[in-house]
């Protein structure tokens, strides 16, 4: 069955039968304890808090939460809270790590320290997913959070990281679209076209098994069937891109947060190549997003 939007992966998780374990850190911030709530009485996640007590009672206490009844653990140095969430996956007393008021990157560390974290065997990118504009899909945006200028075979990685995550939602041979600001490789002035044709070749030599990729592609043509036919476009992957993979992560992250900002979208989004989901919203996020998010998380560590 195919997953065509966030409410489903909701949905699918519900099936389960059981709470999902997620360990905040630090967790003094509304909206990822509102999220948290919400994923609770949702019956998909049993959050579990790490950080100032002091600090998240009284944002608790300031937005009318209740958060007496849960697991936490005080520990006033974000750093060390976001060690303690590891360690608690480590040990078995966790199955998801939130990021709460911090930066990505210091989760990333924490996650990819070879000694105390959870190291993958790959690489780590970050997926995001919104409903299309349809609302009768769901679109994979990628990497607008975790790698900063990825080479073409880190770009490789990141499509591989991606597409597990489609078909994981039921979508099969999926449709990846490498994005570029123009249809035709123009190099050296546009390096970003060159790897999209590469990428696309690769694909038609079966690189990614039985998808279907495109590039270099603009965006309008990567999901408007009517921009497609307007610039004579052919492609399986043209106007119905299920993936879009950008550049680098400039473009990547102005992308997601004009989508969120300007157009009002609600995304769910999961840091995935490690052996344990990292729900990694973006600070500004709202609480949707990162119920949304926790949801995600919840549905990949299930499965």
């Known amino acids: 069955m195919t997953i065509t939007s966030l409410a489903g992966i909701v949905e699918e998780v519900r099936k389960y039968g059981k709470k999902t374990r997620v360990a905040i850190a630090p967790c003094a911030e509304e909206f990822v304890m509102r999220s948290a709530l919400a994923a609770h009485a949702e019956g998909i996640a049993e959050p579990i808090f790490i950080g100032n007590k002091d600090k998240t009672l009284a944002v608790a206490n300031e937005h009318g939460m ?15 809270a976001v060690s303690i969430a590891v360690s608690f996956y480590r040990q078995g007393r966790t199955d998801l790590i939130m990021k709460g008021l911090v930066s990505t990157s210091v989760v990333l560390k924490a996650i990819l320290n070879k000694q105390t974290g959870v190291p993958p065997k790959g690489i780590i990118s970050l997926v995001s997913v919104f409903e299309s504009p ?49 249809e035709k490789v123009n190099y050296p002035a546009m390096p970003a076209t060159l790897d999209a044709d590469i990428l696309a070749k690769m694909s038609a030599e079966g690189a990614f ?95």
């Open 66 to 80: 209740d958060i007496s009844n849960f697991e936490f653990h005080e520990e006033n140095d974000d750093k060390e």
């Open 134 to 182: 349809d609302s009768k899909r769901l679109i994979l945006l990628t990497d607008p959070g975790v790698n900063i200028k990825p080479n073409l075979q880190r770009k490789a990685d990141i499509l591989r990281n991606a597409l597990d995550v489609a078909r994981k939602l039921g979508i099969t041979q999926p449709k990846a679209a490498i994005l570029a600001a123009t």
């Open 209 to 303: 098994g039985d998808a279907h990729v495109a590039g270099p592609l603009a965006l309008d043509i990567a999901i408007s069937s009517t921009a497609a036919a307007c610039k004579g476009i052919d492609s399986p992957v043209a106007g119905s891109a299920d993936i879009l993979l950008t550049p680098e992560i400039e473009s990547g992250n102005i992308l997601y947060k004009a989508l969120t900002t300007i157009a009002g979208k609600t995304f769910a989004s999961v840091v995935i190549g490690s052996e344990v989901p990292i729900v990694v919203p973006s600070r500004g996020d709202s609480d949707k997003s990162k119920f949304n998010s926790i949801a995600l998380g919840c549905y990949l560590s299930g499965r």
